[in-house]
């Protein structure tokens, strides 16, 4: 089970003993690429929570910033006890770019 917990303005995912994971499942749509940073900006959601929400990650995988672009839905591991929240196995399940696509 994880448990987000909010902190003047800044989430952690935590276990049931309290105890950060580092490694936690999500699914979502990337709103925009940054090459110069490979960073993405993706509204996700984690197995079991809800609402979808947006939020920036940085890509573990440098090369992951060459085959993402906006609107490709994704699975990925993100590591949110880094700053920025890190994504690392990223598996593109829909790679359809469509016009006017963000990319930097």
């Given at each position: 089970?994880?448990?987000?917990?909010?902190?003047?303005g800044h989430a952690s995912a935590l276990g049931q003993a309290g105890n950060p994971e580092a490694q936690v499942p999500i699914h979502g749509v990337v709103v925009s690429v940054n090459r110069e940073t490979s960073s993405v900006v993706l509204r996700y959601t984690r197995p079991g929570s809800q609402p979808a929400t947006k939020h920036a990650f940085g890509l573990a995988n440098h090369n992951d910033v060459l085959r993402l672009h906006a609107r490709a839905v994704i699975d990925a591991t993100a590591d949110?006890?880094?700053?920025?929240?890190?994504?690392?196995?990223?598996?593109?399940?829909?790679?359809?770019?469509?016009?006017?696509?963000?990319?930097?």
């Open positions: 089970m994880v448990t987000v917990v909010v902190l003047g949110m006890t880094r700053k920025p929240w890190l994504l690392s196995n990223v598996n593109v399940e829909s790679d359809r770019p469509l016009k006017g696509d963000s990319v930097t």
